[in-house]
Structures are given as structure tokens and as C-alpha cells.
């Protein structure tokens, strides 16, 4: 399963059974975790490593130069029908393959492209707040100096995801030398000089390894570094990082729509008053899939017309996924407000895809600024 999910010669088109076997895994073994997942009560690390295994992580990895994103975006719904939680511990752990496989840093590539796209390392992305940054939100949290042979790092980050013992991430520090700029780099949290702390609950998800994390004085070696000068590599990689976002939403979108077809025998003879169906949702849910996998399939496109085709479509799907969701809960009606229903789950997860980085308020400033 692995060779095919590496290798586009050996299989041009590895989706049906990647997505499939994941779909297979997401039920099996994902559907009986998925409650104590969103209670905090389990980091499913096991199961994201299974899923390394049958080629999760490695199918939107580059291939002499082009890239294709619909094989891992097509995985991570299958995922989120599950669990929206996992669903976006799956877009940390494609993301950090996406870093690694767009770095011109070969030590880096050779060191940790392939236990970090088998899921033998699992890890997350820290670019919340550089994303912030870069559309003018906020500053940036970590500084940097240059030393013989890499920069000392201090600052601190309120949260990032998917992360443990023995996990790395992604993210970016402005240098105070007189040279300035900034810096990507891979953080690893098993430096005795970085500090993981737990986050205070969430309304959902509590199970997805988020921790604030202090940088005291970390030193960073140039083996470690992604990309210097950061802001052009961000520039690359950044449709893909909002492209693999979809994944979580399409899968959410998915279920919701299930959950009001699985209560219309006994509740369609009233259901049929309330102004949104899943007819609707399911047409909306082909559009957006349809869009998705056209712009996966060209994640390095530079044009400005694409780049506001990806924020739109990121939009969108944001404020559909709390649509859709809201919409089940009306459905499933009492039943649906017991904790033990995955209606309100779904809802509380629906708020997360509208508010993770971008968030709804910044891609509209995305598109208002141009």
C-alpha cells in the first residue's frame, strides 16, 4: 500500500486506494475513539501512525517538481466523516510533509522527509501566527541571532497542534541582527530548552496534542533551518497549506449531511418545514469538491487569480461547515442536543474549520486587501 502512495509510476492514480483503506481505518478504528478524542482523553499517535503506513502522508509529496494535493485532501475528508478532530491532527501531519518536501535544505529533506511521510515522527504546523503576521494581523512571537553554525531562538507561541514527545513543527522567527528578515525552521520538542505546556480546554478537540510552547534561548542548528529567507517560501507553499484545509471541512460537511438523512423516517414529515435540506448541502458539497481537486491538482500556481480562488474556496467552506452542521442539529432536534448524539460534535467542531488560521475574518481581509 505504502509503494503506491511513494511512487506515481507504480500506480498513476493511488486516491481509490489510499482514501479507501483510510475510510476503512476512520471507521474500524477511529469511529470508537472519536468521543474521548474530542473529550481530551486521547492523542490517537497510534492511529496517525497506522495511517503513515497505508500512505496518508505521502501522497501529496512532490515528484520531479509537480506537486498534486487531491489524494491527501480526498484521505483527510475520509478522516473528518469520522472525526474533526483527527481530520485536523491529519492536515498537521500533511503540512509538516509539505514544509520538509519544498525545502531546498537536502540535509533536511534526506533527514526527516521520510520517517516524517511514513508517520514513524509525527509533528504539527506552528504557523499561525506567522500567517497572522504576513497579512499584517500581528507581530511575530519568536526572535532569532545568528551564531557559528545556526541562531538562538526565544519567544513563546500560545498554541500549535499535533504535538508530543519526540514531535517537531514548523514555524518562523524574525532575526534581530542588523541583516533582519525572517527565518522558517523545524522545532524539536524534545529540546530540554523548549517548554510544552497544556493548553486550557476547548470547546471541542481537546484531544489533538495543543500545547503552548516557550522557546527559551533554543539553539536552532542550520541543519534544522527550512528556509532563509522565509517570506518566499511561504509564498509557495502557502496555497497548499490552505488547500489541505478542505480535507477537514468536506469530510464535516459529509457526516452532516448523513446525519440528517439518518433522522428522516422518523422526522422528514416535520424536518421538511426547516428552510435548509440536505439536498441543498449536497450540491453545495459538489461544488466544492469539484473546485478543490482543480486547484489541488496545481498547488504551485502563482498567479493572483488562483491564490483568490483558494481563499474563496477556504472561505466558503468555512462558513458552510457551520451551515451544515447547525442545519443537522435543527434536524436531529432533542436527540441531537444529548451528549451521546455526534450531532453536537459535529457543531462544535464546525466553529473550529471557521476559526483555525486563516480564519473567516482574515481570508475576508485577504480578499478585501487583494
Known amino acids: 500500500m505504502t509503494s503506491l502512495a511513494l511512487s506515481r509510476v507504480a500506480a498513476r492514480d493511488p486516491a481509490p486506494t489510499i482514501a479507501g483503506e483510510v475510510a476503512r481505518l476512520a471507521r474500524q478504528e477511529l469511529a470508537p475513539l472519536a468521543s474521548a478524542i474530542d473529550a481530551g482523553s486521547v492523542y ?22 509537480p506537486a498534486d494535493l487531491r489524494w491527501a485532501i480526498q484521505s483527510m475528508a475520509a478522516i ?12 498537521c501531519q500533511n503540512t509538516l510533509v509539505w514544509y520538509v518536501a519544498n525545502s531546498t535544505n537536502l540535509k533536511l529533506a534526506a533527514r526527516f522527509g521520510d520517517c516524517f511521510s511514513r508517520g514513524r515522527v ?13 497579512f499584517g494581523i500581528e507581530r511575530l512571537k519568536l526572535r532569532g541571532r545568528k551564531v557559528d553554525g545556526g541562531y538562538i531562538v526565544r519567544g513563546a507561541l500560545p498554541w500549535v497542534s499535533n504535538l508530543g514527545p519526540g514531535h517537531y513543527f514548523g514555524t518562523i522567527f524574525e532575526r534581530e541582527d542588523e541583516e533582519g528578515g525572517t527565518v522558517m525552521f523545524l522545532a524539536d520538542c524534545s529540546d530540554p530548552a523548549i517548554t510544552l505546556t497544556p493548553c486550557k480546554p476547548f470547546l471541542a478537540m481537546d484531544g489533538t496534542g495543543t500545547y503552548g510552547v516557550q522557546f527559551r534561548d533554543v539553539f536552532v542548528p542550520d541543519e534544522l533551518i527550512l528556509a532563509e529567507p ?4 511561504v509564498k509557495k507553499i502557502r496555497a497548499g497549506f490552505i488547500l489541505l484545509q478542505a480535507g477537514i471541512g468536506l469530510g464535516l460537511m459529509r457526516d452532516c449531511i448523513n446525519i440528517m438523512d439518518e433522522v428522516h423516517a422518523p422526522l422528514g414529515h416535520v424536518n421538511r418545514y426547516l428552510p435548509q435540506q440536505p439536498l441543498q448541502f449536497r450540491e453545495l458539497y459538489a461544488e466544492f469538491e469539484k473546485e478543490a481537486m482543480t486547484l489541488a491538482s496545481d498547488p504551485y500556481n502563482a498567479d493572483d487569480s488562483y491564490w483568490r480562488r483558494v481563499v474563496a474556496l477556504r ?4 462558513d458552510a461547515s457551520v451551515a451544515v ?18 450531532a453536537q460534535r ?8 471557521a476559526i483555525v488560521t486563516p480564519a473567516t475574518k482574515q481570508l475576508r ?4 486587501d487583494g
Open 44 to 65: 490517537p499517535g497510534e492511529f496517525l501512525r497506522r495511517l503513515g503506513e497505508v500512505g496518508a502522508w505521502s501522497s501529496h509529496v512532490p515528484q520531479e517538481g
Open 230 to 233: 522565509a517570506a518566499p517560501f
Open 315 to 318: 472561505l466558503r467552506i468555512g
Open 365 to 368: 481581509k485577504m480578499l478585501a
Open 80 to 91: 473528518g466523516e469520522v472525526c474533526g478532530a483527527t481530520a485536523f491532527m491529519a492536515w
Open 346 to 353: 459535529r457543531l462544535r467542531e464546525a466553529y473550529f474549520v
Open 122 to 134: 509525527l509533528g504539527g504546523t506552528g504557523l499561525s501566527n506567522p500567517m497572522k503576521s504576513f
Open 325 to 342: 452542521a447547525h442545519a443537522a442539529m435543527l434536524h436531529c432536534g432533542a436527540r441531537g442536543y444529548l451528549m451521546s448524539h455526534r
